[in-house]
């Protein structure tokens, strides 16, 4: 069975808060740069995929924070790749203190694309090789699809013209940016006074360069917290969706 991937890093200035907190972004940047290096070792990183004209896109995302490390602490990430689940790869993320405490737990499924259609390829061998997967669970469920609350009509919160500064290698929004648009969007008290405990986002299309992104808002109260969803459209067609539980 292949083995995880680890490293330690000390939370730097620039991925804390005002409080000193880690910031949520912070942990998702992390999340993606541990992925690509773990793919890499294992045979399918960026620059294997590309060989053939194909790539990781990420398709979902979910997030529990269980408590939250501060500034200059020094934080252990751990990555694995656990197989298959219908189209998508799975692949988890656990974040822990020098104690080994739980701080983070995550879950994401990926896509591999055709550069050049877009279109979704597979590929049989990292579905559940014991050579490349961990069969354990930092959460046990795929990251769900999120679906809007019923008989509430989405309020436009604010809009946002995609900037140079938003695209990644892909040529297109980086994953993280629509957290950051999401967490632009609710208001300041309810950051305030209510602490993140769980990020999921949905990817439904890519966004480019120069589009300008509507993002429409829900706030719902919940027995697991107050809950606010964020879409964002393009042309009024949705392009992604996340949900943020206080």
Known sequence: MAEKYVENHTIACYEADANQ??????????????????????????DQLQENHTAWVLSRTHVRFHQYPKWRNTVNLQTW???????????????TDEAGETLVSATTSWLIIDMNT???????????????CVFEHAIEEPADKIVLPENVEPQLATTHKVVWSDIDTMAHVNNVRYVCWALDAVSRSILQENPLKEIIVNYDA??????EVQLYLVTEPTNEGLVVYIQGRVEDKPRFCVKLVF
């Open 21 to 46: 907190w880690l910031r949520p972004t912070a942990m998702l940047d992390w999340m993606q740069e541990i992925a690509g290096r773990d793919a890499t070792r294992l045979g399918f990183g960026y």
């Open 81 to 95: 790749h656990k197989g298959a689940f219908k189209v998508l790869y799975l692949r988890d993320f656990l974040l």
């Open 118 to 132: 877009r279109r979704m390829v597979r590929n049989p061998e990292l579905a559940s090789s014991p050579d490349t």
């Open 206 to 211: 890519e966004v480019l360069l120069g589009e």
